[in-house]
């Protein structure tokens, strides 16, 4: 076996908790049978890697090339934008192309929030 934990941990493993610099996955206690938090390695060129890789990937490539979150969310078939969330992870170079659709719009008047 590849990764020493219980089936149903296994399943739950969520993106934001894979740290591919110390190939490790985080297992909160909230999904542990025994309620403790604890890190477990993998390794990062056998099975396990490649799976969550593909995982990761095909949202996160959508969110890189502009697909509107509300669409991916519909692809996937997430009940709501928080599931949704919590398989992409945006990078600070996309955070900043997305902001600099708004910062190219420099001369635009700002108006308050309320309307005014």
Partial sequence: MEL???RGEMLLIQNKRVNW?????GIPGANAKDKENRRIPFNPNGRLAAILKRRAEGACR????????RIIQLMLGHASIQQT??????????????????W?????????????
Avoid: F
């Avoid at 610099?21 to 996955?25: E, G, P, S, W």
């Avoid at 959508?62 to 979150?69: E, F, N, S, Y």
């Avoid at 969330?85 to 708004?102: A, C, P």
């Avoid at 190219?104 to 005014?116: C, M, Q, V, Y």
């Fill in 21 to 25: 610099d110390t190939h490790q996955i």
């Fill in 104 to 116: 190219k719009n420099e001369g635009r008047p700002l108006r308050l929030a309320s309307g005014s």
């Fill in 85 to 102: 969330q919590r398989y992409l992870n945006v990078t600070d170079e996309e955070m900043r192309r997305g902001l600099e659709v708004s």
């Fill in 62 to 69: 959508l969110l890189a090339d502009g697909v509107d979150i």
């Fill in 4 to 6: 020493w934990c219980r």
